[in-house]
């Protein structure tokens, strides 16, 4: 069995990622800290900084990999259930419509 090697809440306040964003600002944090924002906690084993960095390696290292991917794709990252993945989808949901309206705003699109 895998040993978590640190939960969120024995990280100095100053690493941590909800209270990294509120001092700092959102555009401080790395990608993994903002994705273990909206999982909000991690697995047996993982703290939810942890899960995060997994998910994005295994999206080919960017929020861009993990839009690709489906629901039952996400899914199938292990502790990653109907919540979680109801939360990123409509993150990445979010994102895709600011993007959409930035392009046509620009007449890009």
Do not use: C, H, N, W
């Amino acid at each position: 069995m895998t040993e978590r090697k640190y939960k969120i809440k024995d990280l100095p306040k100053v690493e941590r990622p909800r209270e990294k964003l509120l001092k700092f600002g959102a555009d401080k944090l790395s990608d993994a800290e903002l994705l273990a924002i909206l999982l909000r906690i991690g697995t047996k084993g993982k703290s939810v900084l942890e899960l995060a960095k997994e998910i994005l390696e295994k999206s080919g290292g960017s929020f861009k990999g993990l839009a690709g991917k489906d629901i039952d794709e996400i899914m199938k990252f292990p502790g990653i259930k109907r919540d979680k993945v109801a939360t990123l989808a409509a993150a990445l949901e979010i994102a895709r419509r600011i993007s959409k309206q930035i392009l046509k705003d620009k007449g890009i699109i």
